[in-house]
């Protein structure tokens, strides 16, 4: 089943523009179509080559923009879209912005945070959080 999400995206000059993803959770950088990201002002930082399911590589600029869903926004790199390229969201912006896909649901979700401590100890050697 195909999961799709409503994302606002802005640029550098402040536009914003709410863009349909599919929810891509074997992308790992999110693509958007070329007619919204040049509406938003993006311009490429670098180039990079991708690999398609079947195997093919392409080349395509790769930007930074913000992503917003509800009420959430974050920074993330995105392909910039050529021709026919449609809305992708990839893991890198899930995780930037803290969500998962939960497949059963179709449904976007908090992600559950977790931090790994570090700690050192008096022997100048590092530890985990309970002491080891």
Known sequence: MLVHADLDITGPRGDRLTVRFLVDSGAFYSVLPEPAWRAIGLVATRDLEFVLA???????????????????????????????????????????????????RRTLSPMRMRLASCAVGSEGRARDAVGS
């Open 54 to 104: 079947d195997g093919t590589s392409i080349p395509r600029q790769v930007s930074d923009c913000r992503f917003i869903y509800q009420g959430i926004e974050a920074p993330s790199p995105v392909i910039l879209g050529v021709g026919d390229d449609v809305g992708l969201l990839g893991t890198v912006t899930l995780d930037t912005l803290g969500l998962i896909l939960n497949p059963l």
